[in-house]
């Protein structure tokens, strides 16, 4: 039958969506964990050498790999010699906190004090940049690039003359050196209360010769990270050039791609992008620049690098240039990008964070998520208040499906009585049924329109919970400690009480099952399909989503849980006032009452 196709063409593909996550986003990014966990970042054992400066085609500032694996209590150790081996001034605020060398010119050394590896006691604080020599470098570094070879400029070993004992919201630091040929070269370190620096540097020439210099800056990141290897987050090198936001991943500049990827633009921006922290370079925006994104390997471990290349500028004798730089380097915050893209007219900075194709929903459903969280305290309530409003917003639509589903129930049995006349003659069934459908004014499709319009709801609500920072560890009530993460809890080691870890697909908490039969429930209230295998297929629907969903957020759970009562809260009250039978077949002996009318035609 027609409703009957079109009811199990929408489940299909809503199946076919869930399906997809589930083979293309939680079974690779399980086996690749194991993998990568397998294959951690390599010690160092060597001093890294000097890079040139980052003009297009030049080589990527290497890392000094080693060869020898460490776990994470060795790499620590290792970080920290690395950081020993040079004299360093502090970096210290409210939110960072870290290490700038005196000599070179790098900033290697960056913790986020607010955010903890993971919800475990005595879990350490995310570490952001490490210096070579540590298991994985990851630094930025600025500095002047000259056309002519002879000039003298700052490098890798440069030892500055300081002024200002730390860096912090401020407190500024100076750095000065002179190159023997007449030149100056002046850097001042800055940082905000939060996550952005201002590297301003200046070149004063005391020659009698004009002096021609680009600025630049980089970031370098030595070993492909952990990355969760799913299409709809991005992880690797980023930029907003030209205006368009280009997203690159590690592979596609990696293995199988030779070349660097060149970038022409005026203003923009372009960095290192996780999940959840973001390195980005911010050149001064209304000036031209070459922005690029390069790779190379060495000693099988892959090196990126990004890196921007400003406008030459010629010093005259007795003047002075200077170019203002800056750096982001942080947790992507939603507000704080959004503050900084209109505070330093940065393009599409809160592109960073990965909203998808449904931006013009996800970013929006964030901000509400974000004020009701800000007012309740709990963005888990937040959740359940979101859901709320979503319903009322849809609540005529859905409303008048409803209306329709409950006729169709009420239906059933000439649905019956038609099958039984025909019996194989499918054409005549089907035109009977078409001529009872206008004859009862009744829609057959419509009751697919409840799951139709949760879709795109459904999934922007994913990806707020999945890209978040927000939600990152953001707990509910009772076990739930993560909203972004999948229930903890598994039915089939009685939620902990036995020790044994099940396979993935077993690992189904109770908010999954809460889910279930919620599902089963508002189910039962809908109209069931004449035809016994359809209505088997319908029956295993619950257990088949309550698998499928364990391995979602649990914040996305809770939504699913929590729409469902709601939708059949409001599915009962419309059935009671249209005196359709709950869970029931229609009084009057499995015949429509009133002469074949359905209840309800009236005004409800």
């Not at 959840?276 to 031209?288: C, D, H």
């Not at 893209?341 to 194709?357: H, K, N, S």
């Not at 003659?425 to 057959?444: F, H």
Request: hydrophobic content about 40%; glycine content about 10%; charged content about 20%.
């Amino acid at each position: 039958m027609s409703e009957q196709r079109n009811l199990i063409l929408a489940i299909a593909l809503s199946l076919a969506v869930l399906l997809s996550f589930q083979y293309f986003y939680e079974m690779p990014r399980v086996s690749q964990q194991q993998a990568q966990q397998a294959q951690q970042a390599q010690l160092a054992a060597d001093d890294p050498r000097s890079a040139a400066a980052p003009q297009p085609g030049s080589a990527v500032e290497p890392g000094a790999p080693t060869s020898e694996p460490a776990g994470p209590a060795r790499e620590a150790g290792v970080r920290e010699s690395a950081l020993a081996k040079s004299k360093r001034l502090p970096i210290r605020s409210a939110r960072l906190h870290g290490s700038i060398p005196v000599i070179g010119r790098r900033i290697d050394d960056l913790v986020l004090s607010n955010y903890k590896v993971s919800l475990e006691r005595g879990s350490p604080d995310v570490t952001l940049f490490s210096p070579a020599g540590s298991p994985a470098p990851y630094y930025a570094a600025f500095g002047w690039a000259s056309g002519d070879g002879a000039t003298t400029l700052p490098d890798d070993e440069t030892a500055w003359q300081v002024q200002g004992d730390e860096l912090g919201p401020g407190r500024k630091l100076t750095l000065r050196w002179e190159n023997g040929q007449g030149l100056t070269f002046v850097r001042v370190y800055e940082l905000d209360e939060n996550y952005m620096f201002t590297i301003t540097q200046r070149v004063e020439n005391r020659t009698d010769q004009p002096v021609t210099l680009s600025p630049w800056g980089l970031i370098s990141r030595t070993g492909t990270p952990d990355v969760l290897g799913f299409y709809i987050l991005h992880e690797g090198p980023i930029g907003v050039l030209g205006e368009t936001l280009h997203e690159i991943d590690y592979d596609e500049i990696g293995i199988g791609r030779e070349g660097d990827i060149v970038k022409e633009s005026r203003g923009g921006w372009l960095g290192i992008t996780d999940k959840y922290w973001l390195a980005a370079l911010v050149p001064e925006q209304g000036e031209s620049m070459t922005g690029t994104f390069r790779h190379r390997q060495q000693q099988d471990i892959d090196s990126y690098q990004v890196d921007y290349l400003g406008p030459a500028a010629t010093v005259p004798p007795g003047g002075a240039t200077e170019s203002i730089n800056r750096l982001f380097a942080g947790a992507k915050e939603v507000k704080l990008l959004d503050d900084y893209e209109a505070r330093y007219g940065i393009p599409l900075f809160d592109r960073a964070v990965d909203f998808g194709w449904f931006y013009f929903l996800t970013k929006p459903f964030f901000y509400v998520l974000d004020f009701f969280n800000r007012h309740l305290g709990n963005f888990g309530l937040a959740i359940l208040l979101f859901t709320v409003c979503v319903k009322l917003v849809f609540f005529p639509l859905a409303n008048k499906s409803y209306k329709a589903m409950s006729r169709m129930k009420a239906l059933q049995p000439k649905m019956t009585e038609i099958k039984e006349k025909y019996g194989d003659d499918r054409q005549k069934m089907n035109q009977a049924l078409m001529t009872m459908y206008k004859e009862e004014k009744v829609n057959p499709a419509s009751g697919c329109l409840p799951i139709a319009i949760q879709i795109p709801v459904f999934f922007a609500l994913y990806k707020v919970l999945f890209v978040t920072i927000e939600m990152r560890h953001a707990p509910f009530y009772g076990w739930i400690h993560d909203l972004s993460a999948p229930d903890p809890m598994t039915v089939f080691n009685l939620f902990g009480l036995i020790p044994w870890d099940p396979p993935q697909f077993l690992a189904i908490g109770i908010w999954p099952l809460l889910m279930g039969i919620s599902m089963f429930l508002q189910m039962k209230l809908n109209p069931q399909p004449a035809d016994p295998i359809q209505a088997k297929v319908f029956t295993f629907m619950p257990i088949f989503f309550t698998f499928l969903l364990a391995a979602f957020p649990a914040g996305l759970v809770i939504y699913w849980t929590w729409n469902n009562i709601l939708s059949m809260t409001q599915q009962y009250v419309i059935m009671k006032r249209m005196g359709v039978p709950i869970g029931g077949k229609p009084p009057g002996g499995g015949k429509t009452p009133g002469g074949g009318k359905t209840p309800g035609d009236g005004k409800t």
